[in-house]
């Protein structure tokens, strides 16, 4: 199993460009988690999903959208990217009735300038 | 709102010597805690975790202690290796409904030789 797998690993975008990152899991994990991490911080979740078909907001939501047609597949969108934005972002999953533990893909590192 | 903090931003141990980190957090609705491990440019990795109806829990070279009473936690890594420097992250879940985390803003722990 590669677990969870995010790309691209680096990027800068302009304002207001958009882009969607990608994040794939191949456990069969219900649940799907995007987080983004500022520099000396911890994560702060922004959406996340407990099925295909399913998503809602976390606690960081504005100015990003998901969707997950596929169990495998949780890409997450910018629309009009800010200077605000820029941070790393985490993709994370975790099986529904195992452990609580999320397993997380190594990060896509973003600039906006 | 509710949060999950840190004692200590940094931390510095020498090789050889326990290292404890501390945690503190404020949401009594917490189910279960867990201590990620980060690696520079790396994304959080599983270390331990530990239910709200145990006070401690061991794991090979780490013990997580909680004191429910006081709500705090701690990370205790036996015999420190170079290798233990990195960033670690206590977060605690289990009161919403995806089973989302929160998490601190993380201890950076230095192993000097």
């Known amino acids: 199993n590669a677990g969870v797998t995010q790309t691209p690993k680096f990027r800068i975008l302009k304002i207001g460009q958009s882009m969607t990152l990608q994040c794939t899991q191949d456990m069969n994990h219900n649940y799907m988690y995007w987080y983004r991490q500022d520099p000396g911080m911890g994560l702060k979740l922004i959406y996340y999903?407990?099925?295909?078909?399913?998503?809602d907001k976390g606690e960081v939501p504005n100015g990003y959208n998901v969707s997950r047609s596929t169990t495998e597949d949780f890409p997450l969108r910018l629309e009009l990217a800010a200077p605000s934005q820029t941070s790393v972002y985490f993709c994370?999953?975790?099986?529904?009735?195992?452990?609580?533990?999320?397993?997380f893909g190594p990060g896509t590192r973003l600039t906006v300038l | 709102g509710e949060s999950v903090g840190l004692h200590l931003p940094t931390l510095s141990v020498q090789e050889g010597d326990n290292s404890i980190i501390n945690c503190a957090y404020s949401n009594s609705a917490s189910d279960y805690f867990i201590w990620y491990k980060q690696e520079s440019g790396k994304g959080p990795q599983f270390i331990i975790d530990?239910?709200?109806?145990?006070d401690k829990r061991q794991g090979q070279r780490v013990t997580v202690l909680l004191n429910k009473t006081v709500k705090h936690l701690s990370l205790q890594i036996a015999a420190t290796q170079p290798g233990d420097s990195a960033v670690y992250f206590c977060?605690?879940?289990?009161?919403?409904?995806?089973?989302?985390?929160?998490f601190g803003s993380g201890t950076q722990l230095t192993v000097l030789p």
């Open positions: 994370a999953s975790l099986t529904a009735g195992g452990t609580d533990t999320q397993y």
């Open positions: 999903s407990v099925g295909a078909g399913i998503t």
């Open positions: 977060a605690e879940g289990g009161s919403g409904s995806a089973r989302q985390l929160t």
């Open positions: 530990i239910r709200s109806n145990m």
